[in-house]
């Protein structure tokens, strides 16, 4: 069984700078597809980013593309989300997503087998 964990949420300033945490656990990763999605209320789960595990290969939605930054650390089995230049539009719980095999898509919530349980961002106006 695969666990995630986030952390690193929290209230920030537009402008401000955040850094999401994933821990995962039970498995090897190796090929595994590590995802971040967010969902705004009243609004549906979007994709964020994501990331090759063995390859490192990254993907970004438009919408954060040169603003947010997505990494792995093979040692601590943890993936991290850097964002940076936060606006308002960007609060939303943010998920930590990881797929079993790389089927070449990333966008869909449904590509995904395993998610935690998200963790909150703020950004104040």
């Known amino acids: 069984q695969v666990q995630l964990v986030e952390s690193g949420g929290g209230l920030v300033q537009a402008g401000g700078s955040l850094r999401l945490s994933c821990a995962a656990s039970?498995?090897?990763?190796?090929?595994?597809?590590m995802g971040w999605f967010r969902q705004a209320p009243g609004k549906e789960r979007e994709f964020v980013a994501a990331?090759?595990?063995?390859?490192?290969?990254?993907y970004y939605a438009d919408s954060v593309k040169g603003r947010f930054t997505i990494s792995r650390d093979n040692a601590k089995n943890s993936v991290y989300l850097q964002m940076n230049s936060l606006k308002p539009e960007d609060t939303a719980v943010y998920y930590c997503a990881a797929a079993q095999r790389w089927t070449g898509r990333y966008l869909r919530d449904y590509e995904y087998d395993y998610w935690g349980q998200g963790t909150q961002v703020t950004v104040s106006s």
């Open positions: 990331i090759r595990w063995s390859l490192g290969t990254t």
């Open positions: 039970g498995r090897t990763f190796s090929s595994y597809l």
